[in-house]
């Protein structure tokens, strides 16, 4: 079993539509990171969160660190949202729970939004 | 201010040769670290260095080394290059002991 799970895999939705991407960890994190790519390989840092919620325009993501479940959200979805999203997990390592930054990621959300 | 590049954006070689790769962290960011993105995988993790050293390491082999250098770019060196190693290699800088990450737009090598 991966230590990052995402789902779905595929997501199809039709513009306006509200989407939902899921992420589940079964590490000891010190933060999560969603991340968009596009076709050509580009990665986007779209947030980082230890816990709770932020927003930014349509986009709101999500934490819940005692379930280890993070969820990203897209309201009014568009088709310049298509995109692959992937959640990737900061794990805690080392004496006194230092981090050195080794990112582990899931498989990521091959979303495509139609007009 | 520059983000993270990398060079080059394309690369093709043939079994057995030996590549590198090259990356400029983003402007105050001190580590850097690289993954390997097959077609249809998320990115897998290979090392991070800090401070001109390999201070992390994923499960790849030995034919993946590494070099950091004194104004923190850093160099991606495979040798015996397998058709296995084609993929998408992504660099990615931050300053160390913060949380944020900046990546670079990655080096597409294709192994014949």
């Known amino acids: 079993k991966n230590e990052v799970e995402q789902s779905p895999q595929n997501l199809t939705a039709q513009e306006g539509e509200f989407i939902t991407i899921n992420c589940s960890y079964s590490?000891?994190?010190?933060?999560l990171h969603w991340l968009q790519q596009h076709p050509g390989g580009g990665i986007v840092s779209l947030f980082m969160?230890?816990?709770g919620k932020k927003k930014h325009g349509r986009l709101i993501a999500t934490i819940n660190i005692q379930e280890k479940h993070s969820s990203l959200h897209i309201t009014a979805s568009h088709p310049r949202d298509s995109a692959v999203y992937i959640c990737?997990?900061?794990?805690?390592?080392?004496?006194?729970?230092?981090?050195?930054?080794?990112?582990?990621f899931g498989q990521g959300t091959i979303l495509t939004v139609h007009p | 201010d520059a983000g993270v590049t990398q060079s080059p954006t394309h690369l093709i070689k043939t079994r057995g040769q030996q590549v590198t790769l090259r990356c400029s962290p983003k402007?105050?960011?001190?580590?850097v670290s690289w993954y390997q993105q097959a077609l249809g995988q998320g990115p897998q993790f290979i090392f991070q260095?800090?401070?001109?050293?390999?201070?992390q390491r994923g499960n790849f082999p030995d034919r993946f080394s590494g070099h950091q250098f004194p104004n923190y770019s850093s160099e991606l060196n495979v040798n015996a290059l397998l058709l296995g190693d084609s993929a998408l290699y992504l660099c990615?800088?931050?300053?160390?002991?913060?949380?944020?990450?900046?990546f670079g737009s990655g080096t597409r090598l294709t192994v014949v």
């Open positions: 990615a800088s931050s300053l160390d002991y913060s949380y944020g990450y900046t």
């Open positions: 590490v000891g994190i010190s933060a």
């Open positions: 969160l230890s816990s």
């Open positions: 990737a997990v900061k794990e805690l390592k080392g004496a006194g729970g230092t981090s050195y930054g080794k990112l582990t």
């Open positions: 402007s105050g960011h001190d580590t």
């Open positions: 260095y800090y401070e001109e050293e390999e201070r």
